[in-house]
């Protein structure tokens, strides 16, 4: 079973950018889409982007124009470019991949977006 892990996170200011990055443990091409969803406080967690096996992408739209996820299949990983960002994108971020009969999940990593 392929793992994933995610790294990235941290403090950064309004309208400012971060970049979070998904490392698997093997091929990414066993996974149908791969995606970041975020759990935000109070809040049930949420889809953010996905990128599946084709290369196809799909956003929330709280993030559209915003943030970009892409998919390196030669290093295995995919990534989230996140500009712009909001207080409201403050929340613990997770990578995930949708295999034919289980998902994986990251750890999460936290992105805090304050003055």
């Known amino acids: 079973q392929v793992q994933v892990a995610d790294s990235g996170g941290g403090l950064v200011q309004p309208g400012g950018s971060l970049r979070l990055s998904c490392a698997a443990s093997g091929n990414i091409d066993t996974f149908i889409v791969m995606g970041w969803y975020r759990q935000r406080p109070g809040i049930e967690r949420e889809l953010v982007a996905t990128?599946?096996?084709?290369?196809?992408?799909h956003y929330a739209d709280s993030v559209t124009g915003r943030f970009t996820i892409s998919r390196d299949s030669a290093k295995n990983a995919i990534y989230l470019q996140m500009s712009n960002l909001k207080p409201e994108d403050t929340a613990v971020y997770y990578c995930?991949?949708?295999?034919?009969?289980?998902?994986?999940w990251g750890q999460g990593t936290q992105v805090t977006v304050s003055s």
């Open positions: 995930n991949g949708e295999h034919l009969i289980y998902s994986v």
């Open positions: 990128v599946t096996r084709g290369g196809d992408t």
